[in-house]
């Protein structure tokens, strides 16, 4: 905790009064409301946000016009090819999107690059693969917005493309016959935050609304039946946890833990999940198993197994993911393992980036190695695997505050390829420009990075002081309201002061159990993992 800095929130009192007056909330919970800014007149909807509350999908730009081709595809028979990306939320996307057109009559077949042999995304190769039998219409979903070259390709062999991505665009919009994206809409910045399954939805959405106002379909799909597949893949994706995705979550996790979908229920048993399933649960259950099908062989494992139709079937293609995830966890120890050696030879940690980079590293496990790094040194971090022909394909993860596209901008004259978040973006260049690309990238970090020497420190962010006895059933009621927590809504934390523990006991060899009592003489329960009794100090805690 030393290695922290704590912030301590203040919020004002007045507000605070409201929050508990005019809308009956316990005081922690209305400091947690006061420290999201949530308007007064928004308490409710936050607490308890409603589908119909959703933004118009028209809103959109491009929106209503791609409904009406692809409503045109479904009646000209036309075949239909969806794109998607190999992780959680491109292969989730896949499946909604080919739910709801299946359903409407659509001939439809989904195309999931192979990471290493297909690359990154919408590419004028996974274009021609993905072409195979005369597709007259091609979908991205999660994927496509800086894929200039790859949609002429398309439009070269008579394939119309409506691009649907979340990431962020540059200068000049691919020539597609429709580009669909939040972040071209200045107007809309509650919708930004949305993930590639977030657009996907919306776009299935619109298409539904317009076979209705037109008398042509929309009716076959309740499409709340698809909400489980967009917590799964906005969680995974870790866009922040308001507007309407939390709207979408909030509802799309009652979805999952019905776990009607055979593929989930399955993918629930081999994780072996609860009824009551939580955000964490996918971050750290099932996404990873999702993702390496993606990452150690073949996303197109888990497409099938969402789009399961037997229990039988699922358990099958459930036993593949989980295979490839302990194939995942062993190459990427492996990997971190070298990329921690590089770190410390080559005296990294003198700078306010890490970028390693080694021969033949699995692609697959590049990303959680880099995410893995930022955690543990708490700065921006890009990993690389240098393949044979001299190009190093690599993963970059940030911190709070540090823009990585921004900084990937600074450094393309070096690149062959980049895009993604500002947390967390794909990058290639050849292998003699990595010492240029490594200054300049350094450089523009340290651009970004306040100044002080605390820069590299985490911050531990407290929504303020309470009392034990403030803990009460109302609260703790008024924590399921305050769900779905996870980025930018994360759990409430608290500071207690002049609290004395007592009671303890050892639980298991490094574990201690034992109570807290502050001030105010209410007893709180408590286990403290990874400390032993002796580590407890015999006087109250400040």
Known sequence: MADLIWEIATQDDDVLSQLIGDHGLSRPAAMVMANRRTPLDEVESFLRPRLSNLTDPYLLSGMER?????????????????????????????????????????????????????????????????????????????????????????????????????????????????????????????????????????????????????????????????????????????????????????????????????GVRALCEIAKLPHRIKPTDITYRLAPRLNAAGRMGDAADAVKLLQAESIVEAHTLASVLDEYNRNRQVQELETLAAAEAQITDRGLLNKATIVVHGRDWHLGVIGIVASRLVHSYHRPCVVLSINNDGEANGSGRSIDGINLVEALNDCQEHLSRYGGHPMASGVSLPEKNLPQFDTVFEESIRRQYAAGPDRFKRRLKLEGDIRFDLLDDQFFAELDDLQPFGHGHPAPRFRFRHVHCDRLQLAGSRNTRGTMRDGTGVDMPFIAFGQVPEDFPESPWD
């Open 66 to 262: 791609a409904a009406g081709r692809i409503w045109q595809a479904v009646r000209d028979r036309e075949q239909i090819i969806i794109h998607g990306d190999y992780d959680v939320d491109g292969v989730t996307s896949s499946t909604l999107l080919a739910w709801v057109l299946r359903k409407s009559g659509a001939e439809v077949r989904c195309f999931v690059p192979h990471r290493k042999e297909d690359g990154y995304g919408l590419t004028p190769q996974s274009v021609v693969k993905a072409a195979e039998g005369s597709p007259c219409l091609l979908i991205t979903v999660d994927c496509g917005i800086n894929s200039y070259e790859a949609t002429v390709a398309a439009n070269e062999l008579g394939i119309d493309v409506i691009i649907t991505d979340h990431h962020e665009p540059r200068e000049i919009l691919p020539p597609a016959h429709t580009v669909i994206n939040p972040k071209l809409c200045d107007n809309l910045q509650d919708l930004h935050n949305l993930a590639g399954v977030g657009v996907t939805f919306k776009l299935c959405h619109a298409f539904l609304k317009y076979g209705l106002e037109s008398n042509i379909g929309g009716m076959v799909v309740d499409l709340k039946d698809g909400l489980d597949l967009v917590a799964l893949g906005t969680v995974a994706d870790i866009v922040p946890l308001l507007g309407e995705n939390r709207c979408l979550v909030k509802h799309g996790m009652r979805v999952l833990a019905a776990q009607q979908r055979p």
